[in-house]
């Protein structure tokens, strides 16, 4: 693909003048514009017309190409997963796992494959804000050496439910409803929560739904998780069964829910902008990648069955082995053509990974295929560059369809033929040893429309992921499910939820209808019993992170006779940590410090609120101080950090201001009298001790 290089200004340009003269600079071939066939364009200001007044002419092709072109730029959304952002990287592999597969991506240590990368939410539109509560997709196309493998997972290792047969109805249920053409973006409504409690599978999920997985800090700070077992399949055909992990090397951080609605409005783009600028900055958003294995008699021996998307594998039972890492380098180019013509295929697999009976993903593997011929439009959507396999050639009989881009040759487009293809006699062959194989699995049952019993029990895991949080996060995940029921205006359709609930954790039942002022229902019936599970401290978020600034943003408020000495110890002390840091002031032209010198800002107060930033610094003269007490924008700038449980670094002339906003004294209220030193330890993180002083916790 050629990029279009911008003519030098003033390179190209012909116009007819006021008077009829004709004005004209001849510019070199590969600088002018064309038409989509070639033709240099002599005026690209003005269409043709009878008369410099009169009407438009048919005959003018320049401008019919272009509006044509305009009125077809869009192409239909994804169904799910519209709204999406990605980057390029490469995948290294450490630790060869030789043993279980002859995938080459696996056995090759050292050897970097190219990637693409593509986060996403499920239910908003393409033009959805990115901070909803929901699931984030996770989806990963590595160009190998043997074909695209596409890892299209997502940010919690769950599903909603155990058969493709009812993906189509969650989406319709969670998606904006039928009628009315909304909520956008948003799992809070009727329709969803009518279905979630109809359906006990999707517990398990629904505990990591309302948990704070589901409000990332940056899709830099997110796991991702392939969800479906897969199969590995090693030289002699053996299988062993894996999950598949990526653990983000900045930690699983989230945003507080408050906050999260907030940066909805403050940028719509957050994930996004934070993806770009992130790469763009050199700060390479990186990732481990690790895989659970299991033989089948190791798979046969837990309690639950791995078939089962609604169910994981603690890590304390099967440990997770990373074997490589994924880093993210290069934003893209053009968002249309790679990040939204991207195509990711669960069937992408290379020889050596294969695929599970797990319900849910057989369906997956007709889905994704079928999508995109609506989606793109023609079954040669393999052959845009950004899903064209990279790594190895492609070559194969099948010809022609809709956009054809290439130019296949030869006269034979059959096999067996003996007459020669692609310049080797008789032209490309299957190849039964290096090819791709499915595993030999025995399958010899009779034909039903069954679920297994194996898949019955609906409330053991979920009952493990509750039990295995914090209490910090323990509290948000009640607090998310009374928001949610909140927002349900049938009675019904709260009690089933809280019937539900009360198979979960009883205490939780309890607080959730505390928190909708609703007496608690009868439990629901379960079709199994529940068992209790050893509690996996590996599922929560909390005290699990790394303590740094690395990744985080630091904001430093500052007005006209600030002192500049402070703005500086702050941030350097913030940069050295890597974090990154932005200046706000009343107004973006910037302030005149103590010292006379100008300091221009990044960002006017009222544009540029707190919770785009993880920590926050006033540094403020005593008159720039008595301003902000009018201006309500700087209220909420320190009331929201402190609410949303940052550390605020202050200068002593800003504490009118934290009175204002009633701030109270705590280890992450610091003083920056004595340098910026104290400020950095609480900007790490937040302040979790603060919480049950801010917020009514359900
Ligand atoms: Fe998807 N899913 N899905 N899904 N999914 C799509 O394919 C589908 C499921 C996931 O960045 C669609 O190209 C079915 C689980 C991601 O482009 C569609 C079922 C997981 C993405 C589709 C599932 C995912 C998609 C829509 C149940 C986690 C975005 C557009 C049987 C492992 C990929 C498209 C991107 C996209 C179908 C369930 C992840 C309609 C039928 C489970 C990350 O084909």
Known sequence: MTKPKTPPAGAATSHIGAGGELHQTASAPEARMTTNFGVPISDHQNSLKAGARGPSLLEDFVLREKIQHFDHERIPERIVHARGSAAHGFFELTESLEKYTRAKILTEVGVKTELFARFSTVAGGAGSVDTPRDVRGF????????????????????????????????????????????????SAH?????????????????????SDRTIPRSLRMME?????????LNDKDEATFVKFHWRPKLGTQSTCWDEAVKIAGADPDYHRRDLFESIDSGAFPEWEFGVQLLSQAEADALAFDILDATKLIPEELVPIKVIGRMVLNRNVDNFFAETEQAAFLPTNMPPGIDASEDPLLQGRLF??????????????????????????????????GHMQMD??????????????????????????KGGFRTAQVMSDGPKVR???????????????????????????????LVFELSKCSFEHVRLRILGNLQNIDTDLAQRVADGLAMGLPAKAEAAVKPVDMDASPALRIVGKYPETLNGRAVGIL????????????????????????????????????????????DGQLAGTPSVLFDAVALVLSEAGCAELLKESAATDFVSNAFVHLKAIGFTSEAQPLLDKANVEPDAGIVDLAAGADGFIPPARTRQWDREPKVRMLA
């Open 558 to 601: 500052v007005t006209d006779g600030a002192d500049g000495a402070v703005i500086n110890a702050v941030k350097k002390a913030a940069l050295a940590e890597g974090a990154s840091v932005k200046i706000i002031a009343p107004k973006v032209g910037g302030v005149t410090l103590k010292d006379g010198k100008m300091l221009p800002a």
């Open 190 to 210: 009727d329709t969803f929560w009518d279905f979630i409690g109809l359906m006990p599978e999707s517990m398990h999920m629904i505990m990591w739904a309302m």
């Open 139 to 186: 989806a990963v196309k590595f160009y190998t050496k043997e074909g695209n493998w596409d890892l299209v997972g997502n940010n919690i290792p769950v599903f909603f439910i155990q058969d493709a047969m009812k993906f189509p109805d969650l989406v319709h249920a969670v998606k904006m409803e039928a009628d009315r053409g909304y909520p956008q973006a948003a």
């Open 224 to 232: 991702g998780f392939g969800v479906n077992t897969f199969r590995l």
């Open 367 to 400: 889905s994704y295929q079928d999508t995109q011929l609506s989606r793109l439009g023609s079954v040669n959507f393999h052959q845009l560059p950004i899903n064209r396999a990279k790594g190895c050639p492609f070559q194969n009989l099948q010809r022609d």
């Open 407 to 432: 130019i296949p040759v030869g006269r034979a487009n059959y096999e067996p033929n003996s007459l020669g293809l692609v310049g080797e006699p008789g032209g490309p062959r299957e190849d039964p």
């Open 450 to 480: 069954l679920r297994a019993e194996t898949f019955a029990d609906h409330y053991s895991h979920a009952r493990l992921f509750y039990a295995s949080q914090t209490t910090i996060e323990q509290a948000h995940m009640a607090s998310a």
